[in-house]
C-alpha cells in the first residue's frame, strides 16, 4: 500500500492557477497509479485526472486543457497543475493510490483500483 499526501491547497482568483503535490511514501511509486479526485459536501466525488506507470494520463471533461498531472518517481511526488480556475472547480481534492493493474492506462477514482487515498486539501476559487 502506498500512503499519499496532498498539498498545495488555497484560495484563488477565478482565472487563476495552483499547483497541488500528491507526497508518497511506505513504498516505491514506480508501480503504483496516482489518481486525484474532488469531492463537494454533500456531493459525490468527481474523478479529475489520473497517471498511470508509463505516464499515461487520463482527464475527466471537466478539466481536460486546464489541468495536467506529472510524476517524478524519484521525489515520489506526483504534481497537479490547474490553470484556468473557475468557480465551480472549488472543493476538497483528494489523492489516491493503487497498484497499476494495466500498465498504460488508468482509470479516473475513485476506483476499486484505488486503495488508499489521502485526507484532502481544499481549493477555493472566489469569482
Known amino acids: 500500500q502506498l500512503r499519499v499526501v496532498e498539498s498545495g491547497g488555497g484560495l484563488v482568483q477565478s482565472g487563476g492557477s495552483l499547483r497541488l503535490a500528491c507526497e508518497a511514501s511506505g513504498s516505491a511509486m514506480n508501480s503504483y497509479v496516482i489518481g486525484w479526485f474532488r469531492q463537494v459536501p454533500g456531493k459525490e466525488p468527481e474523478g479529475v485526472s489520473c497517471?498511470?506507470?508509463?505516464?499515461?494520463?487520463n482527464y475527466a471533461h471537466s478539466v481536460e486543457g486546464r489541468f495536467t498531472i506529472s510524476r517524478d518517481n524519484a521525489k515520489k511526488t506526483v504534481y497537479r497543475h490547474m490553470n484556468s480556475l473557475k468557480p465551480e472547480d472549488t472543493a476538497g481534492y483528494f489523492c489516491?493510490?493503487?497498484?497499476?493493474?494495466?500498465?498504460?492506462?488508468?482509470?479516473?477514482?475513485?476506483?476499486?483500483?484505488?486503495?488508499?487515498w489521502g485526507r484532502g486539501t481544499q481549493v477555493t476559487v472566489s469569482s
Open positions: 489516491a493510490s493503487g497498484w497499476d493493474l494495466w500498465p498504460g492506462t488508468c482509470t479516473l477514482p475513485p476506483h476499486r483500483q484505488y486503495d488508499y
Open positions: 497517471i498511470s506507470t508509463d505516464s499515461s494520463t
